[in-house]
């Protein structure tokens, strides 16, 4: 059933006023109200309907040196109405308007395959990034050429039509009213592309107490043409009006998307397949296979850019005449601000925010330099409270060396190799814990569950060792707001003893050439699997309890990783033995085998492994045999797919 965007009854104006034309205002003009912008160069790409337009007032030129602004096109904004002499509200002599109709919603959801067959191949093919705008445009044209006259509703923003003393317009999304469309002009020749638009009837809109007059002083200014993203038709209209509804869908996706400002300055050979990443990357972020706090972190960056260049082109639509020094120096300010979010927003789209070795948010980060043992000789404890007693070191010997700090990262700060560090129960919060160079134990002193340390939410990762041999005891870890796994081990061994891991983001990451012993542990809620063996790594887990991982919104359920992953080429080694693994998505174990792998399981093997062959169990053997897993009295159990099994899937190892 199709439904009206956003809102679809009218909205009476309470607390915001009505705009009038200029010559119903004393005299008072529209440069009264609306400042002369310097000259800048501008980017013709953004529609109006996508998210990164930016709004920018025409105007006479400035000799200014400032950085390049983005172009959009804002009508001047007009003077107060206010309520005339005799106390009538302006509503009591303003037609009420209609309702809007409802527009037209394509019920058609989109696979991955098919968005890359529709924009890759249909729209983009061979187009470069500069000639993109032009392909949309043809392709929407001819959508148009069947159904040259339609309804629809145009869509602008509030502040085009309103203004209130305080430039708050609330939380209205647009301004909506009932057009006719005609689309006998559109050539596809003139970016970007506009339709011929008039009044339709009844008079409707989304605010019952918009004055008519306003709009048509609104639509006169711009001849009577609007950006074709900027109306939506109407249902019911007929097959070749849904047709050209679902073409502007497509459109907008794409500049909402798929699209960035920096496409058409950078050399690609082949554009359509930069798309093809960005659809891939869009579709993994909807379906949960990136992490949620990985895809959140991308979001906020991307957003922030937005942010940053409206900012700057609002700022150089401010200067009148030639920029001062002042004004100068505070533009490139913006304008480095704004490069250095789209410099980080490329880096991640480049990588595809994937978990693959070397590449993504599981490229080694640790650069701080290990210490290594003092000049002395000598090792120290480290007790983190707030006070110590003399209870606190009744256990200790009476040649250990003590120091007291009251936070958990001055006590990493100051440790060398061979230190060790005992927390006093308590919530704690440390970011040193994402760089452990220097073999140290930092240990729980009591219940594991009253000392619980939270991940920084500014670092993308929580707990990550390149040491050759850190312990973590006795300790709870949660794990919120950071991209990368729980405990990401790049290098050297970690041992997890008796410790809980409450995971957000992915679980447990054991890479190349590292080493994990983890006993009496409790990992849970990761997003990915709990525990995850990249090749040539190793594990020996012992009494621990895995559950409730892989918990992603994935709809292939058969492609979730479970709660114990191994990826193979070279195989990675697992020992297995007193484990409880249970109620996980996917197998309690999975063995995750590249296409074309020249692992051992050879694609027959894989085939009747899919297939529910009568080997199944035997071909899982030899795989197991081969990858050195060794599972021993584990119980594995409740888990969505079964206990052990293979995923054969597009995976390399770069």
């Keep these: 059933m199709a439904t009206c965007a956003d809102s679809d009854v009218p909205v009476t104006l309470d607390d915001r006023v009505f705009v009038e034309s200029p010559e119903e205002n004393d005299g008072v003009t529209n440069e009264d109200y609306c400042e002369t912008p310097q000259s800048f160069e501008v980017n013709p790409k953004t529609p109006p309907n996508s998210p990164i337009r930016e709004m920018a007032c025409s105007g006479v030129s400035a000799n200014v040196t400032t950085p390049k602004g983005a172009r959009s096109k804002m009508p001047m904004a007009r003077k107060l109405l206010t309520p005339n002499p005799d106390g009538e509200d302006p509503d009591d002599i303003i037609e009420e308007a209609e309702m809007l109709p409802q527009i037209y919603i394509s019920q058609k959801s989109y696979s991955y395959e098919e968005r890359v067959e529709l924009h890759c191949d249909k729209i983009i093919g061979s187009c470069s990034a500069e000639d993109a705008d032009e392909a949309i445009s043809y392709y929407i044209t001819d959508k148009l050429v069947d159904a040259p006259f339609w309804t629809a509703v145009w869509k602008t923003a509030p502040e085009v039509l309103l203004i209130t003393p305080n430039g708050d317009i609330g939380d209205l999304p647009f301004v909506g009213v009932l057009v006719q469309v005609n689309c006998t002009g559109c050539d596809g020749k003139t970016l970007p592309l506009r339709v011929s638009v008039s009044i339709a009837e009844p008079y409707s809109s989304n605010i019952a107490n918009l004055p008519?007059?306003?709009?048509?002083?609104?639509?006169?200014?711009?001849?009577?043409?609007?950006?074709?993203?900027?109306?939506?038709?109407?249902?019911?209209?007929?097959?070749?009006?849904?047709?050209?509804?679902?073409?502007?869908?497509?459109?907008?996706?794409?500049?909402?998307?798929?699209?960035?400002?920096?496409?058409?300055?950078?050399?690609?050979?082949?554009?359509?397949?930069?798309?093809?990443?960005?659809?891939?990357?869009?579709?993994?972020?909807?379906?949960?296979?990136?992490?949620?706090?990985?895809?959140?972190?991308?979001?906020?960056?991307?957003?922030?850019?937005?942010n940053k260049r409206m900012e700057l082109t609002k700022f150089q639509s401010r200067i009148r005449g030639d920029a001062s020094p002042g004004e100068a120096v505070e533009c490139w300010k913006k304008y480095y601000e704004m490069s250095m979010l789209c410099g980080l927003v490329k880096f991640?789209?480049?990588?595809?925010?994937?978990?693959?070795?070397?590449?993504?948010?599981?490229?080694?980060?640790?650069?701080?330099?290990?210490?290594?043992?003092?000049?002395?000789?000598?090792?120290?404890?480290?007790?983190?409270?707030?006070?110590?007693?003399?209870?606190?070191?009744?256990?200790?010997?009476?040649?250990?060396?003590?120091?007291?700090?009251?936070?958990?990262?001055?006590?990493?700060?100051?440790?060398?190799?061979?230190?060790?560090?005992?927390?006093?129960?308590?919530?704690?919060?440390?970011?040193?814990?994402?760089?452990?160079?220097?073999?140290?134990?930092i240990k729980g002193s009591g219940l594991r569950g009253k000392v619980v340390i939270f991940s920084h939410p500014s670092h993308d990762n929580f707990v990550a060792s390149k040491a050759a041999h850190v312990t973590l005891q006795n300790l709870t870890l949660v794990q919120r707001g950071t991209c990368d796994g729980i405990v990401v081990v790049e290098s050297g061994r970690m041992t997890l003893e008796n410790c809980v891991l409450r995971c957000e983001g992915t679980g447990v990451c054991v890479l190349t050439g590292a080493s994990l012993i983890m006993s009496s542990c409790e990992v849970t809620g990761a997003q990915g699997a709990g525990v995850e063996l990249?090749?040539?790594?190793?594990?020996?887990?012992?009494?621990?309890?895995?559950?409730?991982?892989?918990?992603?919104?994935?709809?292939?359920?058969?492609?979730?990783?479970?709660?114990?992953?191994?990826k193979v080429l070279p195989q990675p080694q697992l020992k297995l033995s007193n484990n409880h693994i249970h109620d996980n998505q996917?197998?309690?174990?999975?063995?995750?085998?590249?296409?074309?792998?020249?692992?051992?399981?050879?694609?027959?093997?894989?085939?009747?492994t899919a297939a529910g062959d009568q080997s199944e169990t035997d071909q899982l053997s030899k795989a197991i045999q081969k990858l050195s897993l060794e599972i021993n009295t584990n119980k594995i159990e409740s888990n969505s797919l079964g206990e052990v099994g293979l995923l054969h899937k597009m995976w390399t190892n770069a």
């Design 348 to 441: 991640w789209e480049d990588l595809r925010l994937r978990k693959e070795p070397s590449h993504g948010p599981f490229y080694p980060r640790i650069y701080k330099r290990r210490k290594g043992q003092r000049l002395s000789g000598k090792v120290v404890t480290h007790i983190v409270a707030q006070m110590m007693t003399t209870d606190m070191i009744k256990s200790f010997s009476e040649d250990t060396l003590i120091q007291q700090h009251e936070t958990l990262p001055a006590a990493l700060d100051a440790c060398y190799s061979g230190d060790m560090v005992v927390i006093f129960p308590g919530d704690y919060k440390a970011a040193a814990l994402a760089s452990l160079t220097d073999d140290i134990t």
């Design 212 to 306: 008519r007059e306003l709009v048509e002083e609104i639509l006169r200014e711009q001849d009577y043409t609007v950006p074709i993203l900027d109306v939506y038709p109407i249902e019911d209209l007929g097959p070749d009006e849904d047709n050209i509804a679902e073409a502007l869908e497509h459109a907008r996706f794409f500049y909402d998307f798929l699209w960035r400002d920096w496409d058409d300055e950078e050399d690609c050979d082949e554009y359509s397949g930069v798309i093809e990443k960005r659809i891939q990357l869009h579709y993994d972020i909807q379906d949960g296979t990136i992490p949620g706090p990985i895809s959140e972190r991308y979001r906020r960056t991307l957003e922030e850019y937005r």
């Design 534 to 566: 990249y090749p040539g790594s190793s594990a020996e887990l012992n009494g621990n309890e895995i559950h409730h991982c892989s918990n992603q919104s994935t709809k292939d359920i058969k492609s979730a990783l479970g709660g114990i992953n191994m």
């Design 586 to 608: 996917g197998y309690g174990v999975t063995i995750l085998v590249p296409d074309r792998s020249p692992c051992s399981v050879t694609q027959d093997e894989l085939e009747s």
